[in-house]
């Protein structure tokens, strides 16, 4: 502690359940600032991945088709996560199985760039399924 004291720096206990204790002599603000610093710096390096939805209608045109399917290319190759959905309307719920072909469809317009994270699934009146970007190689 005197020799901390004669240098004006910080006693700091590295480990305490060593036998016997481990300390450093060290400038114990200068290192808080520089951890810190180091963790700003991981943190403004890490890439969020957003989740972009796509809202489809059963009896979908093919033009309207392709113009939503290259918005949802366009979201994976900026390596955002796109949630597809078909809400169902009225006596169209009695057809799921139309919907789960559109779907199919939709999954198969956008291989080449995405996988399918969750197959295309029912949740009360709508219908499901989340592509995520293909992983880099």
Known sequence: M???FERDLDLVNIA???TPPVCKIMDY???????????KEAK?????VEVKEIQLSLNIDTHDFETKGNHAKRFLADGNKVKVSIRFRGRELGHPEIGTETMKR???YCAECSVVE????????????????QPAK
């Open 2 to 4: 005197n020799a901390a």
């Open 16 to 18: 305490p359940t060593a």
């Open 29 to 39: 603000g200068k290192y808080r600032f520089e951890q810190s610093k180091r963790e």
């Open 44 to 48: 403004k390096n890490q890439k969020r």
């Open 106 to 108: 939709f999954a198969q």
């Open 118 to 133: 969750k197959p295309a699934k029912m949740e009360g009146r709508n219908m499901i399924m989340f592509l995520a970007p």
